[in-house]
């Protein structure tokens, strides 16, 4: 009887039918558990095997996981008496050696939520008998399992390492050994020591100087070097090549360039469930400017039967951009349950926690994105909206220093901090918003939250022509709704009610749903006199009186409440400034600020070098 199911077990495994091996190699070991007789430490160890294995295989991985500890305590006592046997089953099985049924076990462990002992398990593999996937489990083990921020660098580097000597091709190791801070020509000369015809590689030296960069918060110098790549080599339009260069793009706030790519990877490969999550975050940056793409976007995703970490992003997303918060929070915490180091979920739960107005809970999503992502410039920004939501101002003037110093010369951070000084009731403080506004230009001409308030500033000081000069050379080169609405209010306020309905008809082209556009037009339809100016909020008209920009209130785009244009500008959505409760709560966060915390702004910024190369 033993031998009849003996050889059914061994036929049925044979031929990979693990669900069927279960069950017949589950009473073959009450058979032999039975009758002693014909139970010997070899019968008993084979099907042993055949059963852990095809548990495995099945993911049946908390059961395999107790029979892993009887395997390998069996393999011990056929060690110990020599047994011949022993060589002739890893021979004819090579999964049955011990180092793959070490990693089997340490995966089990892993999945089952044990980390520790899976580690242990790999770390009784002797060194120089770990292959490239061990090395990679055990690093990614150091790196990723032991909770947000607490990577075991030390422990991960030297398996990081190990599998880039024995497989220079390795990417995604290159990129999390430069993830850990390691030099990028360091990485680099690993990697050519390793390759067999180095020459072959030039194009690799390319790409790990551009990963380095990216990490180095160096996003635009990262982005051309990824452009090197795409125009001058044979690698152009790849899709991988494509992606790294989308994220540095939108990373560095370029949301058009990004989302042309983000697209044109989506066209070519349909599946690609990351880049369709990617080309949803930078279209939602310019609401309602592609809502019938996006929508498409969403309904190919939602027809998905099994979804994976990003399919629950792209649905969170898509939540976020209905302004159903709630909902939307639900599916990120899907996300974030199967893969908690997910960048996108971390920053989206931040968002939809401020727009929810939990603001402690906003600081502590946005703290645990930065632990995941410390080169993203998104991460910083929700810090700073939230501190200003919840009105604590002196951790927002320092978020704002912090971030200069992270991402020096960056256009987005010196925006950041020129919008701040604007918005200050400190006259001498609001002055120096020019300088920072100007070197974000002087970096990135085109960059739309400086061209914004560089034309706040200049409507500010009684130069109106010059800021409607400004925004109408910009919106020439990027049609958004929301700067031709906010051009139209200017023509308005200006009293050039033709070109003004003009743009706000422009508007509507791109946002046919747009509020603020369409209170814009009865006003000007209403008004026809002029003599009052009209002051738009989220919640309607508000007459102030009429009086020039030079003698005025701060003067501001669209005739807004100034935190509502500090929320936009900084946020760089007109979505997160509407839903944003620092947009909603207008002026008494301008009005409660105190203005001292700004006094130290050119001190601080003494020996920071901004010279926009």
Not at 230 to 259: F, H, K, V
Not at 363 to 373: I, N, P, S
Not at 568 to 580: F, G, I, P, V
Request: aromatic letters at 8%.
């Amino acid at each position: 009887m033993e031998n009849a199911l003996f050889a059914n077990v061994k036929k049925l495994y044979d031929h990979k039918l693990y669900e069927c091996v279960i069950p017949v190699a589950k009473l073959l070991r009450t058979v032999l558990r039975n009758d002693r007789n014909v139970a010997t430490l070899e019968l008993e160890y084979q099907v042993q095997l055949y059963l852990v294995n095809s548990l495995f295989k099945e993911r049946h991985l908390r059961c395999a996981s107790r029979h892993f500890e009887d395997i390998f305590h069996q393999r011990r006592l056929m060690l110990r008496h020599k047994n011949a046997c022993l060589v002739a089953i890893e021979s004819a099985y090579p999964e049955f050696a011990d180092v793959e049924l070490r990693r089997r076990a340490a995966e089990c462990y892993r999945e089952i939520g044990n980390p520790g002992l899976a580690v242990a398990t790999l770390l009784q593999v002797p060194v120089k008998s770990r292959t490239p996937r061990i090395n990679l489990m055990l690093a990614r083990m150091h790196h990723h399992s032991f909770g947000l921020g607490h990577t075991k660098k030390t422990e991960s580097l030297p398996s990081y390492k190990e599998v880039v000597r024995e497989c220079p091709m390795a990417l995604p190791v290159i990129q999390d050994l430069l993830e850990l801070g390691v030099d990028g020509n360091e990485v680099n000369s690993l990697v050519m020591h390793a390759a067999t015809v180095p020459g072959n590689f030039d194009w690799l030296s390319t790409w790990i100087k551009a990963l380095a960069q990216m990490f180095d918060c160096k996003h635009q110098d990262a982005a051309r070097t990824f452009q090197r790549l795409q125009d001058s080599t044979l690698l152009r339009c790849n899709e991988e090549l494509m992606m790294a260069l989308g994220r540095c793009l939108y990373y560095d706030g370029n949301y058009s360039r990004a989302e042309q790519l983000f697209s044109a990877t989506v066209s070519a490969s349909p599946d690609n469930i990351e880049a369709i999550g990617l080309l949803a975050v930078v279209r939602g940056q310019h609401a309602g400017d592609s809502g019938q793409d996006t929508d498409r976007l969403y309904a190919q995703v939602t027809s998905e039967p099994k979804y994976s970490p990003c399919h629950w992003f792209v649905h969170a997303q898509a939540m976020y951009d209905a302004g159903r918060f709630e909902r939307g929070l639900t599916f990120v915490e899907q996300c974030l349950q199967a893969e908690p180091r997910h960048q996108e979920a971390l920053i989206l739960r931040g968002r939809l926690l401020i727009a929810l107005e939990r603001h402690k809970e906003a600081v502590e999503a946005f703290r645990t994105g930065q632990t995941v992502a410390p080169y993203r410039f998104e991460v910083y920004r929700g810090l700073f909206q939230s501190y200003l939501a919840a009105k604590r101002f002196k951790e927002a003037h320092a978020m704002c220093n912090w971030t200069l110093r992270v991402f020096q010369n960056s256009p987005r951070g010196l925006a950041m901090f020129g919008r701040t000084l604007f918005l200050s009731p400190d006259p001498m403080i609001r002055k120096t918003a020019r300088k920072f506004a100007e070197k974000s230009l002087k970096v990135d001409p085109n960059y739309t939250p400086a061209v914004t308030l560089m034309a706040d500033i200049c409507q500010f000081e009684g130069a109106p022509k010059t800021s409607i000069k400004l925004l109408e050379d910009h919106v020439s080169l990027f049609p958004q709704a929301n700067l031709f609405t906010n051009l139209a209010d200017m023509l308005r306020s200006q009293k050039e009610p033709i070109r003004a309905l003009e743009y706000y008809y422009k508007a509507l082209g791109k946002n046919p749903r747009c509020e603020r556009t369409l209170r814009g037009i009865s006003l000007l339809k209403s008004c026809n006199s002029f003599i009052e100016t009209l002051v738009l909020d989220d919640s309607g008209p508000i007459k102030v009186d009429g009086q020039q920009s030079t003698n005025g209130p701060i003067a501001t785009p669209c005739r807004t409440p100034n935190l509502e244009w500090l929320a936009a500008d900084c946020a760089e959505n007109s979505r997160e400034t509407s839903s944003s409760p620092a947009a909603r709560s207008g002026q008494d966060v301008e009005g409660e600020a105190d203005g001292s915390v700004w006094h130290d702004v050119d001190a601080e910024m003494v020996g920071m070098n901004y010279d926009g190369h």
